[in-house]
């Protein structure tokens, strides 16, 4: 047993060792013929061994054939391997499977064909092996593959073919990677394949990935065969992605799209393009076809609603610059990427919006292949109802392209389609004449030109070429030469300014030459007009400029010439007109400011000449400075003068003018200006809205000196009739905000005309003044402000900025402020009539804070308040005075106003509310004109509005309502002695009438007054009329009616008081006296009225006289009553005490009353005690007294009332 088992082990290390080292041994080429029958058996197709023929068994069946083919000779299709290696899975070849560890293929060649029907025309036929039992882990194939139509008769070549990757025979799937080279661009490609769920079909994934060439595609379908015919549906996606380290290279597209395929055709639907980048691609949609063979022809109908191309040319950037469109067709044009076969595109859309505008109704007919695009035709309308036409081919797509072709442009709005052109949104002026231009359009990545021109440019017709050329070296140069009988230039420059950019991108070099007829400039027309003028490298020429001529309403001519690399050369340019005001009227588009200025000042007929003189000195040392000066020459009949630069700039013209090459340079500009009058002057320097000018000459001379960038020295003075000021400091007109620290000295001014005065507005108008002025930007402050105006000084600081409305900032103090003249200044109503609509005042164009100060304020009318103050604020529509106040009269006084303007129908007015109060003033110190107010304390409470568009508009519409008080009144005028004077004339027969009762009565009124301990006196205006409705007081002896008014237009006073007395003694009625004030506060007219109480003592005297009679019936003694009204006041004591009081005793003569009942009685009205003559001293018994006849009936005199008793005092009433 034990020799068993070792002779086993040692034939089985036999057999291995044999495995291992027989196949070294063994010659396997002895056993090609065998070999390649069993192939070719097996695979179904011949199979040769050219080469070497190899194999081992262990470690692991290998099989190595060299030089191996596939397929007969005349085969068209077949496969061919300079080497092949297998490895072979010894496990599963112990388990009865084919299974590759590693497949390698080297100078692999791979013929494929389709015959004229579109089979495949594959050499293996099927043999008795199932290749879906074949498994590879890892396969490596290195090679070509040849596709030969036999229809079209071309062969696709993929050489240079690299891959990598695994075959699951059974689940009949592939999968790796590698690269070939297509049309001689290597390009990386992945590719993965399966059974279909039905085993009908393969799916198919095959990616080409960008390599040399910047295009991709993505097949994803399933492939089927149909009697050897392949058919392939599912999605394709052909696209050029973005280039990230390349952002400015041609713009990325995508095109995907279900498609069916067959050798011959296919058919595409569903499409989708994308051109541009993904966030701002344009997108459209649609169908197509393809047809193979011997004239393949790719057709596309592509459509869209609405594009955004600003998206696409701009990046998708949002606060982009504006698209300038001329150097984004050039773009476009060098875009269009080189197709592989033959298409046609057909595109159109309803709206693009480029250039910040839509394009509208889009079509375009696109015919391409791999040499040129062909525009068949291109039909869009372009902003301002412009119909863009062209057709045309470019030539060798990609960077070189080039498109030339006929172009037609019809424009009824040219300065809307211009803009657009240049990227602009705005339309400064519209031209009422259409565009019209046709030519032979050239665009390529160096040239934009239009030959042939011919054109209606705003209604002239014109001939001529333009173009912009970029030469080898990278520059640029524009040319252009127009010709016409009449020739618009602002059209004509619009247009050639939009071909060429802004100004930050004109071309290096350039040469215009326009000729006209007729050529109309800024709105000015001039006969005959040419310019000519170039500029490159050496020099910079105006070999010609003329317009107009000696009929014309200016006339400019001129020549110049600059050698760029000397820096040396001369302008100069002459202007003429028949006056000043046509030469304004003809540079208004130009420099309206200055125009403003040249018209305010042409007020005399004569002939104005303006001449400018521009040199450069070559340098005389090696600094490298130039020699410049430059003056303008001013002849007009108005005013003359120079403005005189002169400076040492460093220029070098080689490079183009910069200013930023002055910075450092030293200059001096020195001008001097003289006129007749100085109203012509101060028009000139716009000096004619703050200063009134007075009739004679005037001069102003100024010089500023310094360095180019820096703050400049500067100097100016003004002196002219009623004017004489100057100011000196520093300025800085370079900062982005101009500053200036200056020190100004007034000596007088008239400033009438800051504040819309007129000659006799106000007694005095002049001005003295001084200041330390501080510019920055718009805002002029002016600090330590020490000026004289209308005798008072004013000191503070005040802060003014420039705009639409001027802002207003500062605190001012004054010696005396005249309350009335600031009103009126600040409602615009001081020097105008009454009826004349107010002037523009304090109440707009400005808005701010001024607060105020003045130790005396004058009152209107008179009286004075010391101090006031207090703040005016404006918003530039409305005026508030706000906590104004002052002492007067050892009280306050507080004012708040608020006016502002009003729109009444289509005019604009002005209203106010204002609210003033008085509390503890001495009466004494309150007067307006001739009217006073009583010595005593006063108080106000008083509102006051009005609305108009003048002063008597604002007079007429006041209303308002107030109450006055008066504290230990005095009032003079009113002496209660008055009455007792009259009573006693009237006792004594003296007032006979109502003439000599007055004449009693008036001086006793007059000479004294009343003293009142506190009264309130409520008035309301309305329309313009103070009116006291109804106001009394009473004292310890009278009381006083007071009513009235005061009409502020018509300047007239109506104050009325009636005086009755307040009797102490009964009497029967009221006296009154009644004093009038009429007429003008100026001169008021006093006027007493006692027939009032002239009626009353006639009624007395009828009174006394009835009573004497009737005590004489009775057999009274009448005793004679006194004349006064007033008991004396008596001195008050102390009563005594009910003890202290003695009761009188008994007459003993008297019997004692005997008692009686006694009914009660009904009260009774007490009865005025009436103080009866005492009985006589008859004795009882003396004969009696006669009875007295019967009593008279006397009537009371006509017009008089007798009333039974007393009525009390009457109301107050208005008489």
Known sequence: MQTTLLGLAIAFILALIAALVGPYFVDWNQFRPQFEAEASRVIGAPVRVGGKLDALLLPTPTLRLREIAVGGDNDPAKVRADKLDVEFNLGALMRGEWRASVLSLEGFVFDLGFDRQGRVEWPVQPGRFNLGMLAIDRMNVAGRIALHDASSGRVLHADDLSFSGDVRGAAGSLRGEGSFTLLGAKTPFRVSSGQTNDGKGTRVRFIADPGERPLSADFDGVLTFDNLVPKFEGGLTLARPADLKAPDSAWPWRLSSRVKANPSSATFEQVEAAYGAEDNALRLAGNGDIRFGASPLLHLALSARQLDADRLLTHGTVNAEPLRLLPALRSLVTSMPKLPLPAQIDVSAEQIALGGRPLQSIAIALRGDDASWTVGKLDLRAPGSTRVAASGVIAEPGPSARFSG??????????????????????????????????????????IALDHLTGDINGGAATGRLALVTTADGKTRFEAALKAAALDIDSVS??????????SAWPDEAKVSLEADSATFAGQTMRPAAISLSYGPKTIGLERIAAGDANSDVAINGSGSFDRTDGAGKLTLMAAAPSLAQMSSFIAPLAPTLAERMAAVAKEPGAARVQLNAEMGKPKDRSGRSDVRTTLDLDTPQVKGTVTLAGKPVIDLTNGFDLKALNGSDINVESKLDASQTVSL????????????????????SSASGTWGSPLQVKAKLAGAGLDGEIEGTGNPWAENSAATLTMTVRHADLGALFDLGPESLPSRDVALSSRLAVDGDTFTFDNLDATAAGSRLRGRLALTRGDVIGVDGEIGMDTLDLASVTSLAFGAAGREESAPLGRGWLRGWRGRLAFQALKGVLPGGGEIRPVGGAIKGDGQSLVLEGAKGNIGGGEAALDLDARQTVQGTNQGTSFNARLQLSNVDGAVLRYRGLAMPDGKTALQMTLAGQGRSVAGLSGALSGAGTLTLTDARITGLDPQAFEAGIRAGGAGQATDDLKLKEIVEPVLAAGGLTVPSMQIPFIIRDGRLRIESASFDTDRVRVAIAGGYDLLADQADLRAVMTPINTRPISGRPDIRVDLNGSPDALARTVDVAGFQSWLSMRAIDRETRRLDQLERGVTSTPEPDVLWDETLPKVDPLAPSDVRVPVRDPRRKSPVPKAVAPRPPVAPQPHVVRNPPSDSHPGSAQAQPLPPPINIKPAPGVLQKSRPAPPPAARTF
């Not at 009824?412 to 259409?434: C, H, I, M, N, Y």
């Not at 050639?496 to 802004?502: E, I, N, R, Y």
């Not at 101060?682 to 005037?698: K, Y």
């Open 406 to 447: 006929p172009i037609s442009i019809e424009s009824p709005d040219p300065e809307t389609f211009t803009a657009w052109l240049q990227g602009r949104s705005d339309v400064t002026w519209r031209s009422q004449k259409p565009l019209r231009l046709s030519g032979e359009a050239t665009v390529a990545a160096d040239r």
């Open 682 to 701: 101060l028009a000139a320097l716009d000096l004619d809205r703050i200063v009134s000018a007075r009739d004679g000459p005037a001069h102003f001379e």
């Open 494 to 503: 619009t247009f050639v300014t939009s071909l060429a950019g802004p100004q």
